[in-house]
């Protein structure tokens, strides 16, 4: 029916546009449809939520892009942003900005969402910090601020490296060596400099290493040697 507010049809009847009908926009008596018959795409506008199908072959559709009512954007396929999706589901050629307030962090957990460890920063918008994050703690496990300082177990490192143990962990940080039970074997700390006669240089000026006394297996005596 044509009136003042506009022209009128019934559901399922169609508007086909194209010199062969391949495009359709009609109403199904449920959700509003946009097709093109020719690319298998459908363009489905429901009363709560929006999403783009793709028809196979056999006539079947697939939801391919859904975005609901409460804002959730989902896609049951590949998605590239700025390129053409390739092996993950999601592929990003430029950079990624997560802008807001403090406490929001990317988030990498298991399918059970109950097992995560976060990137984020909770600083003050002051503070370019770094920082990451592993099971339900608020406290950051390791801390980079703007100033070049990294803290583990520490959130305000006050010099380049800060490392704080917990109460019942005393041994704040361990140094291991892997070559195996030989004697003089152990961790080592290198004290470098800069020789400017050599051109600017790194070279190791001292060195504090903690050998083993011993061969044998059992023997946990050791040295340290400067």
């Known amino acids: 029916s044509i009136s003042k507010a506009g022209i009128n049809l019934g559901d399922n009847s169609k508007i086909r546009l194209g010199t ?14 946009l097709q093109n018959l020719v690319g298998g795409k459908t363009i489905v506008k429901a009363k709560s939520d929006f999403f783009v199908q793709t028809n196979s072959s056999s006539g079947g559709a697939t939801d391919t ?12 396929y590949k998605l590239g942003v ?31 969402n109950n097992n995560w460890a976060e990137i984020g920063n909770d600083g003050a918008s002051t503070q370019n910090t770094l920082e990451f994050f592993t099971g339900s703690s ?17 959130a305000s490192p006050s010099t380049t490296l800060e490392v704080k143990g917990v109460a019942n962990a005393p041994d704040v940080l361990i ?16 004290l470098n400099g ?21 061969a044998s297996q059992n023997n946990s005596w050791g040295y340290l040697s400067f």
């Open 20 to 33: 062969g009908g391949d495009f359709e926009l009609y109403f199904n008596g449920t959700d509003g449809v």
């Open 65 to 76: 892009l859904t975005c609901s009512s409460t804002g959730n954007v989902q896609t049951h």
């Open 82 to 112: 700025g390129r053409v999706a390739g092996d993950e589901p999601l592929e990003v050629q430029g950079n990624i900005k997560m802008v807001g307030g403090t406490n929001h962090r990317l988030k990498i957990c298991n399918d059970s």
């Open 138 to 154: 608020a406290t950051p496990t390791m801390s980079l601020d703007n100033n070049g300082r990294c803290g583990i177990g520490e």
């Open 175 to 190: 140094l291991r060596d892997g070559t195996g039970l030989s004697a003089d074997n152990g961790a080592a700390i290198l």
């Open 194 to 214: 800069i020789n400017h006669s050599a051109g600017v240089q790194h070279v190791s000026y001292a060195k504090i290493k903690a050998g083993k006394l011993n």
